[in-house]
């Protein structure tokens, strides 16, 4: 371990910075041509792969907390982020998380210093979007390992984040009808079937052709550029690119777009 | 007030019960005949109108809270429940809520025994849906009245509550695209008019005339009756019914309905 006496002194003094019994969870997405990945990191106490997440400084917003965690663990900031769902089931720091007793060994303290660790707590579950290729995935002082994992091909989680996953990846795939998200995931010149594809990846099916593409036009969020695919004589097809203004705009208030 | 004794219980043992600093309000909405509403109730110690809300039982999940306290104020068990939001500004219980030297003196209580009130509280927004008929709208021992206000003529609301409204109504208008809400809300046997009306009144906004109905016949939610209206010669509009099973199916999946 890198930092065991980083891990102690967030043990001891931990209550005085963060609002006990209280976390944020992130499933960051992480796209790129065509493939949807999630970041994980390994828990170095429960030796599973979990997600991101941390404590709520007493200070901070819970956006603030889930902005301060995904840039940690990926080096980006302002990422698409939205909250999809608190979770407090009564046993989910019983049977679900660090067992104390294996924590108290393992700092070598006395289990009293971590009281405001113990009882239950309510994690609030963020999700964020990303371009795996601008990521720079880093651990936190309680994980060895910090990766991307397919979207497919997911491993068992700890605690309860399978279920995390679960609802985090339900809410992403209804909030696609209601707001703009291929900013920063596609490249800045994009053709309609990168968008078609792009819209495949993140709702997980196959999608009509024209369905997404034909919407974003109609809504005024992409527009066609003069420039063209160079791919043979008769296949060049058109580069389309974001409408910064209207985008933000729907990022705001939302629209429907099916 | 009825019950200053049960008020003063729940101060002093309430911590026993309760979860600290983490509670859920309801935003509960009432269709009835093309109009939605909000239920409010009196807070007696601000003298505000506010959203009905409570503290988490140790033993519970957020829904069985969310259930209890939209059962209680509205005698309905079972309505349509969604989780829209957690809010957790670190300001929200010391400009916001109530003054802790104001309730002391209120109970008469010295204010050592509130210690388990203080401190910034997370509180998770649920929204519920039901037919205003079928409530009978009963305030809890914090309130004095309890009763429906037209979603077009809100009174300014105690706490950050008027952003919680705003949040749930903005989640709601999303989620009526994506799950089916109408059984119990329209009459038993319905026309396609009163399901077009009943849209425009939870959407806020006027729709074409087929969008709604005619996705909610295509995809087998609803189905035509043997029965029509009796208007006129000329006018009998025919019923529909919802389809019980495709009905829960997609409460239970969610779906694409535009």
Request: glycine residues 30%; without cysteine.
């Given at each position: 371990m890198e930092s065991l006496e980083e891990f102690k002194a967030f043990i001891k003094k931990g209550h005085l910075e963060y609002r006990p019994n209280t976390s944020v969870d992130c499933v960051i997405f992480g796209y790129h041509e065509g493939e949807l990945k999630v970041l994980l990191v390994r828990n170095k106490l429960l030796t599973k792969w979990c997600l991101p997440g941390g404590y709520i400084r007493k200070v901070e917003t819970l956006e603030e907390a889930a902005s301060r965690i995904t840039m940690n663990r990926?080096?980006?900031?302002?990422?698409?982020l939205q909250q999809f769902k608190a979770f407090g089931n009564p046993d989910r720091n019983q049977s679900q998380t660090v067992d104390m007793n294996r924590l108290s060994e393992y700092v070598k303290m006395d289990s009293r210093n971590l009281g405001w660790l113990e009882g239950p707590t309510i994690t609030i579950g963020f999700y964020a979007i990303t371009d795996i290729v601008h990521a720079k995935p880093a651990p936190d002082i309680f994980s060895s390992e910090c990766a991307w994992f397919p979207m497919t091909d997911l491993p068992k989680?700890?605690?309860d984040h399978d279920e995390l996953v679960r609802e985090a990846l339900f809410s992403m795939r209804l909030h696609l009808y209601h707001f703009p998200i291929g900013k920063n995931l596609l490249p800045e010149k994009f053709t309609l079937r990168e968008v078609k594809e792009f819209y495949e990846a993140m709702s997980g099916k196959e999608l009509n052709a024209s369905n997404f593409p034909n919407k974003l036009i109609s809504l005024g969020l992409i527009s066609k550029t003069k420039e063209k695919r160079k791919i043979g004589a008769h296949r060049s097809p058109v580069y389309y690119t974001f409408n910064k203004k209207a985008y933000e705009k729907a990022l705001k208030e939302g629209l429907v777009l099916v």
């Open positions: 990926t080096g980006i900031g302002n990422l698409f989680l700890g605690f």
